[in-house]
C-alpha cells in the first residue's frame, strides 16, 4: 500500500496532482458505479417499498408505515455501528474495499428476500417476514454504503479530486433514480395479477445481480492509497461539543423536518401517480424532473451562497421546496405536465437545502471547535446522520398512516375521492408543514459568513500560535505578544534570538515570482522556499493531463453532496483529511519561518498572517503579459499557455478554500499588492525589500548559520 503523500504535495493543485498522477477517468467513473450499485437497493426501498407492502403483500399502510419507521430509525443505529466497525480491519485489499467485495453478496440476497415474501403466509408472519428482512437489509447497507462512502477519503488525499468523486457519486445517484423508476413504476400498474410476487422477485434478483457486478467493478478499480487509522468517536468528545454548538443542534432539528417532508413525499409517491395522474408508469416522468432540478440547483449553489449567504439560500431553496408540495396538492387530476413542473421545482427546492445542509455542516464543526476547543468531523456527522435516517423514517410513517387513516383501500383499480384527498394531502400539504418548520428553524441558524470568517481567522491564529509553543515546549501564551497595529502578535521566535525577516509571496500565475522571490531572499539574507511544483515543473507534464481539469471535471465538483443521496461518514473524512493537511502544512511552514524566509505560495499570507516580522504579498499582472511570459518560458502556444494560466490559478485558489476557508486573491489579506506588468522585477525586487526594511527596522539579520 502507498503511504501518505507529503503535505505539501496534497495542498497543491490538480495541475501538481498531474505530475504526480491524480485519479484517472476510470477511477471515478468506476466509483460512481458502486453508488449505482447501492441506490438500486436503497431506491428500491424509499420509493417503492411502501406500496409493495400495501398493494403486493397486502399490509394495511397503518401497519406499513410503521415498518418503514421503524427500519429507517434503526438504519441509523446501524450507521453508527458500521462507522465504529469498518475500517478495524486491515487486510490486503485495505479496510474499506474488502466490505464492497463480501458484503455486496449478503445485501443482494436479503435485498432480493425483501420483495420476496411468499403469498401463503398468514398476515402476521407477513409482516413479521418483512419487517425482519427490511432490518435486516439496512443492517447490511451499512456495512456497504459506509465504507463506500468513506472510501473516497482514502482513494486520494486530493480535495479536488474527492470533490469530483462526489460529484459524480450525486448525479450517479440522480440518474439512477430515473432508470430505477422507468423500471419499478409501471409494474405497479396492476398489481391484482398472480404472476406479480414472482415478478417482483425476478426483478430484484436482477436488480441484486447487476449491484454486485457494479460493486465488483468499484472493489477492483478503486485502491486505498491513504493511510488511515481506525475511526474513533470519543462520545464524550462529541456530547461536549453538540451541547454548546447551537448551530449545529439548529441545523439537525431542520434536517430532521427536511428529510421528514421529502420522505413523506418519497414513500407515497408512487401512489400519487397511480391514482391522481392516473398511470403508476408516468412516475419515471415526475423522477427525471426531480432529478434535473436536483442536479442543476445543486450545481448553482456556491454561486448563490457567495452572494447570499448559506442560511438565506437555505431557506430560499426551501421555499422552492414548500411551493413544490403546495403545487403538488392542487395538480389536478391527470394533468401530468403541471405535476412534472412540481417535481422539478420539488428536486430543485431539495437539492439545493441538501447541498447547503452539508456545506454548513461544515462551518458547524469550525464552530464548534472555535466555542469549545473539541473538533469532532465524525462525531458530528454521525449525528446529522441519524438525524436524518429519523426524520426519514418518521416522515414515511407518517405519509403511510395520512393514507391509511383516509381510506386507502390496497389493489383497487381506482381510489374513492376521500382516498385520493388523503393521498394528496401526503404528497402536498403534509411535506409543506414539515418543510414550513424546517424553514422556521432555520431562521434561528445564525452563523453567518462575517462570523465564520472571524471564526475561521481565528482558529488559524490559535492552531499557528499552538504549533509555535508545541515547538519551543512552552505554553502558547508565551509566543504571544501584544500587537502593534499591524496585526502581529505570533513570535515564531523566543524574544532572547530576536526576529528574523519573513515574506510570503501569492502570485497570479505569470506574474513573475519565480524571479522575484529568490531576488528578494537574497537582499534580505534568507532563504528561498519556492512552491512544491514551481510552473516549470508543470510544464513537463503531458499537455493531456496538464489540461485534465475541464469544465465538465470543474462541474462534477459543483454538485458534490447534492441531491438527496444518503448520508455517510464520507464528507466527515473529507473534511477531517483537509483539516489534518492543512496542520501538516502549518507545521511545516511555521518551521521554515523560525529562520527566517522567502516563500512562495502554501499558503503563506493565512498561515503566517499573524507572525511578527512577517510581510505579505500577492502579484499580478494583465493576462496578456502572462500569457507571454508563460509563452516565453515553456514554448506553449498562446492558446495553451492561457489554458495553464487559468488552470494553475483556479485550482490553486480552490485548494486554498477547501484547506483554509480563504481566497488567496482577497487584497486584505496581503501588506502590498503588485503590478509586475507595470514594474519591472528589479524595481519589484527593490519595493518589497525597502517596504519591509521600513515596517521592521529593527529586525535582526541573520547569521551566516541561519540564525
Known sequence: MQGRRRPEEATMTATSGTARGTLSGRQVFSYALGDVANNLSFMMTSMFLMVYMTDIAGISAGVAGTIYGVTKIWAGVADLVAGQTVDRFDTRWGRLRPWLLFGSTPLAIVFVLLFSAPAGLS???TVAWIFLFDALFQLAYSFVNIPYGSLSSAMTQDSVDRSKLS????????LTGVVLSAVIAPQFQDTTGDHVRLQFTLTTAALGLVAVALHLICFRNSREVVARSATKISLGRTVRMI?????LIVLCLAAF???AAIFTMNAVGLYYARYVLGNAGWYTFLALAQ????????????GVTSRFGKRNGYIAAALVAILAFVLIYLVPEGSLPTAVVAWFLFGAGTGGTNALMFSMQADTVDYGEWKTGVRSEGGSYSILSFIRKTGQGIGGWAGAALIGAYGYVPRAEAQDATAQEGIRLATGLLPAALAVAATVVMVGYHLTVDDHRMIVRELNARRSSGAVSTAHGVEAARVVVDERGDARDLLLRPRDRGTLPVVTIFEREGSGATEIGPAVAERLGVRYVPQKFTSDQVAQVDTQALFSDNA???????????????ADMARALDIAEDHSLAQQN????????RDGAVIAGRNGAIVLGRAVGSLHVRLTAPLDTRIARVRSKTGLSESEAESRIAVEDRVRAEMSRILYQWD??????????????TVPYEQVVDTIVGFYRSKYPETTPPSPEGG
Open 167 to 174: 460529484g459524480a457519486r450525486s448525479v450517479a445517484s440522480s
Open 664 to 677: 488567496p486573491h482577497t487584497d486584505e489579506y496581503y501588506d502590498l499588492v503588485i503590478n509586475t506588468g
Open 257 to 259: 423536518f427536511l428529510l
Open 291 to 302: 432529478a434535473v432540478g436536483t442536479v442543476a440547483v445543486a450545481s448553482m449553489v456556491p
Open 243 to 247: 451541547r454548546h454548538n447551537r448551530p
Open 552 to 566: 465538465f471535471a470543474r462541474w462534477l465538483r459543483t454538485v458534490s453532496y447534492g441531491g438527496t443521496q444518503d
Open 586 to 593: 502549518r507545521d511545516e511552514l511555521l518551521s521554515l519561518a
Open 123 to 125: 398476515p402476521t408472519l
